[in-house]
């Protein structure tokens, strides 16, 4: 069974740093890449980023551009979120979600979720 499972959230002051790993098990890791959204309370859910797989480029949206860094290790099948200086408004349950290389990273080519882990940072 394909899996991806979130894991490193918690509560953080502002200003601060968590790392945020993506988990992945049940399908071949380099046939996908990974995206990670965020849901904050009474808000829709947004992309935050996503690793281009076809140009080996990323997206970040732009609230979390220079703050926010993915990566990926192939060897451990886990893409990581390195999020610094975070804000309160960076508060949100935090997904990761797997998609075929070379498609976008949309709703419609996002094929397996994990359940989410919560961030909650502190002004």
């Known amino acids: 069974e394909a899996q991806v499972v979130e894991s490193g959230g918690g509560l953080v002051q502002a200003g601060g740093s968590l790392t945020l790993s993506c988990a992945t098990s049940g399908f071949t890791f380099d046939d996908y890449a990974i995206g990670w959204f965020r849901q904050a309370p009474g808000k829709e859910r947004e992309g935050v980023s996503c690793e281009n797989s076809s140009d080996k480029s990323t997206y970040y949206v732009d609230s979390v551009k220079g703050r926010f860094t993915i990566s990926r290790d192939n060897a451990k099948n886990t893409v990581y979120l390195q999020m610094n200086s975070l804000k309160p408004e960076d508060t949100a349950v935090y997904y990761c979600?797997?998609?075929?290389?070379?498609?976008?990273?949309?709703?419609?080519?996002?094929?397996?979720w994990g359940q989410g882990t919560l961030v909650t940072v502190s002004s």
């Open positions: 979600a797997a998609y075929v290389v070379g498609r976008q990273c949309v709703d419609r080519y996002l094929e397996v």
